[in-house]
């Protein structure tokens, strides 16, 4: 059974300190591994798609990274409109997968001005 | 482009009723997933729906269900309602098409429901 835990549960940063947010998964056949940021009340907004080990993609202060094993959202000089909650997911192959995303319980990011 | 879209945002039912929640997908897109979201597990994936065919279903009763008509818009349906089941409800749409490029999930604002 795929399964994904993201570390830590919440993170507290003063504006312009930078971090990284961690996503441990374990998935029978990875077919793509997704970051998104959701704030209260709203559904989650798209951020990155990664598809194989050692591929990274940015986006303004946001960095992903992929490994076999985990992903690292770095969020790079943060500002206090990035608080919110960042969810990290995967999808297998296979037809069991369909349309199919397994969540993390997300990181609550705070920052501070 | 418009996005997903979710109607109603917020409903209030009693214990044993039943509801419908309906999700218009992104223009284009013909795969339409539905996800529950609580503060205890997280977002779990319901079923998904390719084409008015459902291709995929998670772990839960037989009391929920859905459906998807021929435009690609979706429906939920919630039968005897029980307390547990308050939660956001969202719908997720994508192309649909095979190969990875095509996978990702573009969420809409999510569907309040409180049971009372």
């Known amino acids: 059974e795929d399964q994904v835990t993201q570390s830590p549960e919440a993170l507290r940063l003063q504006e312009g300190e930078s971090s990284s947010l961690n996503c441990s998964y374990t998935?029978?056949?990875?077919?793509?591994l997704f970051w998104y940021r959701q704030d209260p009340g709203k559904g989650p907004e798209f951020l990155f798609t990664?598809?194989?080990a050692g591929e990274e993609k940015e986006k303004e202060r946001l960095k992903a990274t992929l490994t076999k094993k985990e992903s690292f959202l770095h969020i790079t000089a943060p500002k206090p409109e990035d608080s919110a909650t960042y969810l990290c997911a995967v999808q297998a192959w296979g037809g069991t997968s369909y349309g199919k995303l397994t969540f993390g319980q997300g990181t609550i990011l705070t920052v501070h001005p | 482009k418009a996005g997903v879209t979710q109607t109603p945002r917020y409903l209030i039912k009693t214990r044993g009723q039943q509801v419908t929640l309906s999700c218009s997908p992104i223009s284009g897109h013909r795969s339409v997933s539905w996800y529950q979201q609580t503060p205890g597990q997280g977002l779990q994936f319901l079923f998904e729906?390719?084409?008015?065919?459902?291709?995929n279903k998670g772990n839960f009763p037989g009391r929920f269900s859905g459906r998807q008509f021929s435009n690609s818009r979706s429906e939920m349906n919630v039968s005897t309602l029980e307390l547990g089941d308050s939660a956001l409800y969202l719908c997720?749409?994508?192309?649909?098409?095979?190969?990875?490029?095509?996978?990702?999930?573009?969420f809409g604002p999510g569907t309040r429901l409180t049971v009372l």
């Open positions: 729906y390719f084409s008015e065919t459902q291709r």
């Open positions: 990664l598809y194989s």
């Open positions: 998935v029978s056949g990875l077919r793509g």
């Open positions: 997720a749409s994508s192309s649909g098409l095979a190969g990875a490029e095509h996978n990702e999930q573009f």
